[in-house]
């Protein structure tokens, strides 16, 4: 298929990427068909790559993209800086989604300090772009700033990202190369009537739009942090680049996202509101921490007592003296919060749906985590139903009401419900981890009378349950909500959940 002039960069090949052949080191058969295996990193680890050694604890290494790194092979280099010294640094930050690297097809191979280093398709492509664009200088690029090979470095660099996007003068959002020609015409036509009201859009502007807010990039768990930490950001699609504010809409917080119920088995699930699903993936994240508050246009003192006549004084008081603006919180989230709202995004390691949240979750829950890639996903899934249930008992206690305890409990459920369907956990292995943290932690639990017990079963039932359904129901909620069959009185002390027969 042909590519009109307009689209072609002045690079090594004039062919899309998705239409060039391999290069020499692609040529071969797949490797284990049969097993998934990262080309990449074995690839590097066997050449003997050496990075530039660090303190993973207080340094990073950038890339920098030199001017003449569009020639084949591409050159870069790697330069190590402490993490004090990033907000005097400039850089780039670039959020993007690696892609598979199970064929050597779909790697390609670079020179970083003298040295072949194999990188996988997608990165490439944004280097080819980046050269294009003269967009030269230091970025910051995970895959290649952090040696992947090393879990002792990943494990302290993982606690340091979001330093680095928060420093950084921009984040780029690269959602790489389109498949076909028709999507670059719609988004070269986007690109260019982007300030035009939607109103005055074309079909195809919408399609652009819409090929770029429903973009797989915005499902991936890693972006959330990326996106909301950025100073400044931009995203990038193929050789054209659009401003985060055309993603943007409705606030998060003024949309009711999902309540807790039960299958007809008595699984307890989230249940996602139609309003909440209605948002594209982009507009999901980017507007997470944008609020509303109306501020005064003018003195509404001034505007009550203002001299006239009947009718000047009429209508000045019904012109609007308020107006709504929007503004981005610096507050950070609560873990729970994150993974109601972001735990069934997409990421390649299950333990990065803890750990990938890190950087935007509150200091006191992200001091109490141990990102530990050494082990399974079933000890990040226990660190955060114990983090998320301190939060949520923080909250309720700190301002108590008479059906505080109700809510509490209430909130676990619901927060259990998310985290186990984030993890991907069974029942039974889920269930006895909630016993284990229940167990571990102090929940100073309050009297609940009859009533505040009917409520609090009337919360999660629905009309026509099964009655056998429903005494399963009771067993989970007497081991999230911790009251027996008979009201308990306050414990001041550690809580101790109902055990074995007793649910019998």
Not at 104 to 113: H, N, S
Not at 255 to 262: A, D, E, L, N, P
């Amino acid at each position: 298929m042909g590519v009109s002039p307009s689209y072609m960069l002045p690079a090594s090949s004039a062919m899309p990427f998705f239409q060039r052949a391999p290069s020499t080191m692609d040529k071969g058969s797949n490797v284990d068909m049969g097993i998934r295996v990262d080309v990449d990193k074995i690839s590097n680890s066997e050449s003997g790559f050496k990075y530039p050694i660090i303190d993973p604890t207080s340094q990073v290494r950038l890339l920098r993209i030199l001017p003449l790194s569009r020639r084949e092979p591409m050159e870069f280099s790697l330069e190590t800086f402490n993490l004090s010294d990033l907000p005097s640094t400039n850089y780039t930050a670039l959020s993007y989604t690696w892609g598979d690297a199970t064929r050597l097809d779909q790697t390609r191979e670079i020179i970083i300090d003298d040295q072949p280093f194999v990188v996988r398709r997608n990165l490439y492509w944004f280097f080819d772009v980046a050269t294009g664009k003269n967009a030269n200088g230091l970025y910051f690029i995970d895959a290649i700033c952090i040696n992947q090979s090393d879990n002792t470095e990943r494990f302290s660099q993982v606690r340091e990202i979001a330093q680095v996007y928060r420093n950084a003068d921009q984040v780029v959002a690269w959602l790489g190369m389109p498949k076909s020609l028709g999507k670059f015409e719609h988004l070269r036509s986007l690109r260019r009537i982007q300030f035009k009201s939607c109103a005055e859009w074309t079909a195809g502007e919408w399609e652009g739009f819409r090929y770029l807010s429903y973009h797989s990039y915005w499902t991936r768990v890693w972006v959330v942090q990326e996106v909301l930490l950025a100073r400044s950001m931009s995203v990038w699609c193929a050789w054209f680049d659009f401003p985060l504010a055309l993603f943007a809409g409705v606030p998060s917080h003024t949309i009711r996202s999902s309540r807790t119920g039960f299958s007809a088995s008595g699984r307890p699930q989230r249940i996602t509101d139609p309003v909440s699903d209605s948002r594209s993936p982009a507009e999901k994240i980017i507007t997470h921490r944008t609020r509303q508050v109306l501020r005064p246009i003018k003195d509404p003192l001034a505007q009550g007592t203002a001299a006239g006549t009947l009718s000047e004084i009429t209508r000045a008081l019904r012109r609007p003296y308020m107006v709504g603006k929007t503004y981005q919180s610096q507050v950070p989230d609560l873990l729970h919060e994150v993974i109601q709202k972001f735990g069934k995004h997409d990421c390649s390691d299950r333990r990065d749906k803890l750990y990938g949240f890190l950087g935007i979750i509150k200091q006191s829950s992200r001091a109490k985590v141990n990102p530990d890639y050494t082990k399974d996903v079933s000890y990040a899934y226990r660190q955060a139903l114990r983090v998320g249930f301190e939060e949520i008992c923080d909250e309720f206690w700190a301002a108590p009401s008479p059906r505080a305890g109700v809510e509490m409990y209430r909130t676990c459920l619901a927060y259990y419900c998310d985290a186990r369907d984030a993890f991907g956990m069974g029942d039974a292995e889920s269930m006895a981890i909630l016993q284990d943290v229940v167990d571990e932690i102090d929940i100073a639990t309050r009297h609940m009378d009859p009533i505040d017990e009917y409520g609090w079963r009337q919360g999660f039932s629905r009309d026509g349950i099964d009655p056998r359904i429903f005494a399963s129901i009771e067993k989970l909620l007497r081991i999230a909500g911790g009251f027996p069959r008979q009201s308990i009185g306050i414990r001041k002390d550690r809580f101790k959940p109902l055990r074995g027969a007793e649910f019998g």
